[in-house]
C-alpha cells in the first residue's frame, strides 16, 4: 500500500511500521492456563480486594449498595414464594372471580416485592454512581504518582514502560470493577434465592439447570481468553499508535508535519498500524464465535433437557399444576440468575487481570521509589564535591560518567563542555542527586547524597532542562510550579525583567493569568525563544543553593542570551552555578570550564587557558570558528 504524496514508479514505496512485540516476563498471557475452577477460586480474593477499595474511598456508597442487593435478592424470593401461593388459588378449583379473590392478596404482595427490587435496583445504580468515578480517579492518581516518585533510572530498566502501559489499561478497566461486583453479587443473591424455591418445588430441577449454565461458564472464561491474548499481543502496537498520534497532531509540531511533506506518509503509518492491530482483533472474532455457538448449543441441549424433565414431573403428576407453572417462572428466574452469576464472575476474572498488572506496577514502583536515608542538607551550602563518581545507564556496557572527581564551591561559575554523548548531562544529574552513582560519592557540605531525603536536596536545586516542559498552566504558575513565595506577585515579575520578558508578558491576554496553551479555550503562546526564558525564570524563582543551566538559550536571540547571562554573572556570588552548554563563547563568563570525553573530565581551566592549550577545547572552538 502505498500513497501518491509518498511514492511514485521511480521511488521505493513508504517503508511500514516496525513491528512490536511485548515480550518477556509480562508478555504471557495470564489466562492461559485459567480454567472455571481457577476463576471461581480467585473470585472471593477479587471480591474482597474491590470491597477494601471502594471502601477506602465512600462508605457510605458501599453499605448503600450491600443493603441494595440484599434487599434485591429479598425481593426475588418474596416474588417467587407469593407466585406460588397465587398460582395454586389461580389454578384451583372454583370460579373465576373466587380463584382470582383468593389470589389477590399473593399478586398484592409480588406487586410490591417486584416493585420494591426496582427501586433497590435503582439505588443500586446510584451507589455503582457514586463509587465508581471516586474509585478510578484515584487509581489514576495512584498511578501518576506512583510514576513521579520513582527514581529517574527505573525508566531505563527493560520492561517499565511496559509495565506502565498495562497497568494504564487496568487504571482504565477499575471502573469495570465495580458494575462487575455489583451485577456478580445480586445474580448471586438471585440464584440463591431462586434456588431455594425450585429445590423446594422438585430436588431435581436445580442439577438440571446448573449444567445448562455450566457451558456459559465454560464459554466465558474460553472468550475472556482470547480477549486478554488479543490484548497483550496489541500492547506495543497501541502503545506506540497512540505516541505518534499525540506527536502527528500536536499543533507545535504542525510546521514540521506541513513543510516537511510528512503528511502522507503519517496517515499511511497510521493506518498500516491501526490495520495491524485490527487484524489481531479480526483474527480472534472467528475463535470467539465458534466459543460462543459451541456453548450456547450445549447450553440450550441441557435447557431443554431441564423443561423436558418439568414436563414429563407434571404430566406423570409428580408435581401439582400449579406447582409447575411456579416452576415455570422459578426456572426463568434462576437460569437468568445463573447466567449472569457466570457472566459477570467471568467477567470480574478478566477485569482483575488488568488490575493485578496495575497492582504489580504500583508494587514495582513502590520499590524503585527512592530510599535513601533521612539526612537534610543545609539550607546555604558552600561545597559540593564528587570523588571518583561512576554512573552506567541500565543496559549499557560503557559507563556515561566514569571515575569523576570535582570540587564546586558556592560563588562559583562552573561551564561543562564536550562533545554529545560525552556525559555532560549526566553528570549534572549526578551532581542534583537526579541520578545515584553506581560508585563513589556526592558529598553536599559533607552529606552524601545517597544517605540524604531527596526532597531536602531537591529544595535546594533549580535546574533548566535541555528538554523542558511547557505545562498548559498560566503564565504565572509557568515560573512559580505552584509554589508561590508570596501573595504578591513582586517576585514574580522581578524573575521576568531579570530574563527579559516584561514586554511578552505584558501583551498577553490577561498577562500573569493568562493560560500558555493555545489548543485550549482562552490559552495563548509563547515562541520557542519566549518559552524558554521563562523556563529559566523558573530556575531564578526558586532562589537555591545550586543552580543547573543546561543549553538554557539554545533557542534565544542574541538580546534575550545577553540577559540571561548578565543575571548569571549578578547573581553568582550567592550560590554555585553549572552551565553545560555547546555554545563555547558562553563559557567566557565561568570561572572554570570542565571538558568531558567519554565519560571523563580530560581537560579543565579558564575559557583563556584552555583556548591556548591546544587541547579537545582548542579544537571545537576552532572548529565553531571555521563554520
Same mark, same amino acid.
Given at each position: 500500500?502505498?500513497?501518491?504524496?509518498?511514492?511514485?514508479?521511480?521511488?521505493?514505496?513508504?517503508?511500514?511500521?516496525?513491528?512490536?512485540?511485548?515480550?518477556?516476563?509480562?508478555?504471557?498471557?495470564?489466562?492461559?492456563?485459567?480454567?472455571?475452577?481457577?476463576?471461581?477460586?480467585?473470585?472471593?480474593?477479587?471480591?474482597?480486594?474491590?470491597?477494601?477499595?471502594?471502601?477506602?474511598?465512600?462508605?457510605?456508597?458501599?453499605?448503600?449498595?450491600?443493603?441494595?442487593?440484599?434487599?434485591?435478592?429479598?425481593?426475588?424470593?418474596?416474588?417467587?414464594?407469593?407466585?406460588?401461593?397465587?398460582?395454586?388459588?389461580?389454578?384451583?378449583?372454583?370460579?373465576?372471580?373466587?380463584?382470582?379473590?383468593?389470589?389477590?392478596?399473593?399478586?398484592?404482595?409480588?406487586?410490591?416485592?417486584?416493585?420494591?427490587?426496582?427501586?433497590?435496583?435503582?439505588?443500586?445504580?446510584?451507589?455503582?454512581?457514586?463509587?465508581?468515578?471516586? &474509585?478510578?480517579?484515584?487509581?489514576?492518581?495512584?498511578?501518576?504518582?506512583?510514576?513521579?516518585?520513582?527514581?529517574?533510572?527505573?525508566?531505563? %530498566?527493560?520492561?517499565?514502560?511496559?509495565?506502565?502501559?498495562?497497568?494504564?489499561?487496568?487504571?482504565?478497566?477499575?471502573?469495570?470493577?465495580?458494575?462487575?461486583?455489583?451485577?456478580?453479587?445480586?445474580?448471586?443473591?438471585?440464584?440463591?434465592?431462586?434456588?431455594?424455591?425450585?429445590?423446594?418445588?422438585?430436588?431435581?430441577?436445580?442439577?438440571?439447570?446448573?449444567?445448562?449454565?455450566?457451558?456459559?461458564?465454560?464459554?466465558?472464561?474460553?472468550?475472556?481468553?482470547?480477549?486478554?491474548?488479543?490484548?497483550?499481543?496489541?500492547?506495543?502496537?497501541?502503545?506506540?499508535?497512540?505516541?505518534?498520534?499525540?506527536?502527528?497532531?500536536?499543533?507545535?509540531?504542525?510546521?514540521?508535519?506541513?513543510?516537511?511533506?510528512?503528511?502522507?506518509?503519517?496517515?499511511? !503509518?497510521?493506518?498500516?498500524?491501526?490495520?495491524?492491530?485490527?487484524?489481531?482483533?479480526?483474527?480472534?472474532?472467528?475463535?470467539?464465535?465458534?466459543?460462543?455457538?459451541?456453548?450456547?448449543?450445549?447450553?440450550?441441549?441441557?435447557? &431443554?433437557?431441564?423443561?423436558?424433565?418439568?414436563?414429563?414431573?407434571?404430566?406423570?403428576?409428580?408435581?401439582?399444576?400449579?406447582?409447575?407453572?411456579?416452576?415455570?417462572?422459578?426456572?426463568?428466574?434462576?437460569? +437468568?440468575?445463573?447466567?449472569?452469576?457466570?457472566?459477570?464472575?467471568?467477567?470480574?476474572?478478566?477485569?482483575?487481570?488488568?488490575?493485578?498488572?496495575?497492582?504489580?506496577?504500583?508494587?514495582?514502583?513502590? %520499590?524503585?521509589?527512592?530510599?535513601?536515608? $533521612?539526612?537534610?542538607?543545609?539550607?546555604?551550602? $558552600?561545597?559540593?564535591?564528587?570523588?571518583?563518581?561512576?554512573?552506567?545507564?541500565?543496559?549499557? $556496557?560503557?559507563?556515561?560518567?566514569?571515575?569523576?572527581?570535582?570540587?564546586?564551591?558556592?560563588?562559583?561559575?562552573?561551564?561543562?563542555?564536550?562533545?554529545?554523548?560525552?556525559?555532560?548531562? =549526566?553528570?549534572?544529574?549526578?551532581?542534583?542527586?537526579?541520578?545515584?552513582?553506581?560508585?563513589?560519592?556526592?558529598?553536599?557540605?559533607?552529606?552524601?547524597?545517597?544517605? +540524604?531525603?531527596?526532597?531536602?536536596?531537591?529544595?535546594?536545586?533549580?535546574?533548566?532542562?535541555?528538554?523542558?516542559?511547557?505545562?498548559?498552566?498560566?503564565?504565572? %504558575?509557568?515560573?512559580?510550579?505552584?509554589?508561590?513565595?508570596?501573595?504578591?506577585?513582586?517576585?514574580? !515579575?522581578?524573575?521576568?525583567?531579570?530574563?527579559?520578558?516584561?514586554?511578552?508578558?505584558?501583551?498577553?491576554?490577561?498577562?500573569?493569568?493568562?493560560?500558555?496553551?493555545?489548543?485550549?479555550?482562552?490559552?495563548?503562546?509563547?515562541?520557542?525563544?519566549?518559552?524558554?526564558?521563562?523556563?529559566?525564570?523558573?530556575?531564578?524563582?526558586?532562589?537555591?543553593?545550586?543552580?543547573?543551566?543546561?543549553?538554557?538559550?539554545?533557542?534565544?536571540?542574541?538580546?534575550?542570551?545577553?540577559?540571561?547571562?548578565?543575571?548569571?554573572?549578578?547573581?553568582?556570588?550567592?550560590?554555585?552555578?553549572?552551565?553545560?552548554?555547546?555554545?563555547?563563547?558562553?563559557?567566557?563568563?565561568?570561572?572554570?570550564?570542565?571538558?568531558?570525553?567519554?565519560?571523563?573530565?580530560?581537560?579543565?581551566? =579558564?575559557?583563556?587557558?584552555?583556548?591556548?592549550?591546544?587541547?579537545?577545547?582548542?579544537?571545537?572552538?576552532?572548529?565553531?570558528?571555521?563554520?
Amino acid at each position: 500500500m502505498t500513497h501518491a504524496s509518498t511514492a511514485d514508479e521511480n521511488t521505493p514505496p513508504p517503508p511500514p511500521p516496525a513491528t512490536l512485540e511485548f515480550g518477556g516476563k509480562y508478555g504471557k498471557n495470564p489466562l492461559a492456563d485459567a480454567g472455571f475452577g481457577a476463576m471461581c477460586r480467585r473470585l472471593p480474593s477479587v471480591l474482597a480486594h474491590t470491597a477494601r477499595m471502594a471502601w477506602a474511598v465512600d462508605r457510605t456508597g458501599v453499605v448503600l449498595l450491600l443493603a441494595c442487593q440484599l434487599l434485591t435478592g429479598l425481593a426475588a424470593a418474596v416474588v417467587l414464594a407469593f407466585t406460588a401461593q397465587a398460582m395454586t388459588h389461580i389454578l384451583g378449583s372454583g370460579t373465576v372471580p373466587e380463584r382470582l379473590h383468593g389470589a389477590l392478596p399473593a399478586l398484592i404482595v409480588v406487586t410490591a416485592a417486584a416493585a420494591a427490587g426496582r427501586i433497590t435496583s435503582a439505588l443500586s445504580s446510584y451507589a455503582d454512581g457514586r463509587i465508581t468515578p471516586l &474509585l478510578t480517579t484515584e487509581a489514576d492518581i495512584a498511578l501518576v504518582a506512583a510514576v513521579c516518585r520513582v527514581e529517574t533510572a527505573a525508566y531505563g %530498566e527493560d520492561g517499565f514502560a511496559d509495565r506502565q502501559e498495562a497497568a494504564e489499561v487496568g487504571v482504565t478497566r477499575t471502573r469495570m470493577m465495580v458494575q462487575d461486583a455489583q451485577r456478580f453479587l445480586s445474580a448471586l443473591i438471585r440464584m440463591i434465592a431462586a434456588s431455594g424455591v425450585i429445590t423446594a418445588l422438585h430436588p431435581l430441577m436445580l442439577p438440571l439447570l446448573l449444567l445448562a449454565v455450566l457451558p456459559a461458564g465454560a464459554g466465558a472464561v474460553l472468550s475472556a481468553r482470547v480477549d486478554y491474548e488479543t490484548h497483550y499481543l496489541n500492547v506495543g502496537d497501541r502503545n506506540v499508535r497512540s505516541m505518534m498520534r499525540w506527536w502527528a497532531t500536536y499543533s507545535r509540531f504542525g510546521d514540521e508535519v506541513r513543510a516537511n511533506g510528512m503528511t502522507g506518509y503519517l496517515v499511511f !503509518w497510521y493506518r498500516s498500524l491501526s490495520d495491524r492491530i485490527d487484524q489481531r482483533t479480526l483474527t480472534a472474532a472467528p475463535r470467539l464465535l465458534r466459543i460462543v455457538l459451541t456453548t450456547s448449543a450445549l447450553g440450550g441441549v441441557f435447557l &431443554l433437557c431441564t423443561w423436558a424433565t418439568l414436563a414429563w414431573l407434571a404430566a406423570e403428576g409428580r408435581v401439582a399444576l400449579p406447582v409447575a407453572a411456579t416452576a415455570v417462572v422459578a426456572v426463568q428466574t434462576t437460569l +437468568a440468575a445463573l447466567g449472569q452469576f457466570v457472566i459477570h464472575g467471568a467477567a470480574m476474572f478478566h477485569t482483575s487481570l488488568y488490575l493485578a498488572d496495575m497492582r504489580a506496577f504500583l508494587d514495582m514502583a513502590a %520499590e524503585r521509589a527512592p530510599r535513601r536515608g $533521612e539526612l537534610t542538607i543545609p539550607e546555604r551550602v $558552600e561545597e559540593i564535591r564528587l570523588d571518583e563518581v561512576v554512573y552506567r545507564y541500565p543496559g549499557k $556496557e560503557e559507563p556515561a560518567v566514569a571515575g569523576v572527581s570535582l570540587a564546586l564551591r558556592r560563588g562559583e561559575i562552573l561551564a561543562i563542555v564536550g562533545e554529545n554523548g560525552s556525559g555532560k548531562s =549526566t553528570l549534572a544529574k549526578l551532581i542534583t542527586g537526579i541520578l545515584l552513582a553506581d560508585k563513589g560519592r556526592v558529598l553536599w557540605d559533607g552529606v552524601d547524597l545517597a544517605h +540524604a531525603d531527596p526532597d531536602a536536596v531537591w529544595k535546594r536545586t533549580a535546574l533548566v532542562p535541555q528538554n523542558f516542559a511547557c505545562w498548559p498552566l498560566r503564565a504565572r %504558575e509557568n515560573i512559580t510550579l505552584g509554589q508561590p513565595k508570596s501573595f504578591d506577585d513582586t517576585p514574580v !515579575w522581578d524573575v521576568v525583567d531579570a530574563v527579559g520578558m516584561r514586554e511578552a508578558i505584558e501583551k498577553l491576554p490577561r498577562q500573569l493569568d493568562t493560560l500558555l496553551a493555545k489548543e485550549l479555550w482562552g490559552g495563548a503562546e509563547l515562541s520557542g525563544g519566549q518559552w524558554q526564558r521563562l523556563v529559566c525564570a523558573r530556575a531564578l524563582y526558586r532562589r537555591t543553593p545550586l543552580l543547573i543551566l543546561d543549553e538554557p538559550t539554545s533557542q534565544m536571540d542574541a538580546r534575550g542570551e545577553h540577559a540571561i547571562f548578565l543575571e548569571i554573572k549578578r547573581i553568582a556570588a550567592e550560590r554555585m552555578t553549572i552551565v553545560v552548554t555547546h555554545q563555547l563563547a558562553n563559557t567566557r563568563l565561568a570561572d572554570r570550564v570542565l571538558v568531558m570525553d567519554q565519560g571523563r573530565i580530560v581537560e579543565q581551566g =579558564t575559557y583563556d587557558e584552555l583556548v591556548h592549550a591546544g587541547g579537545l577545547f582548542a579544537e571545537l572552538v576552532a572548529l565553531a570558528d571555521d563554520r
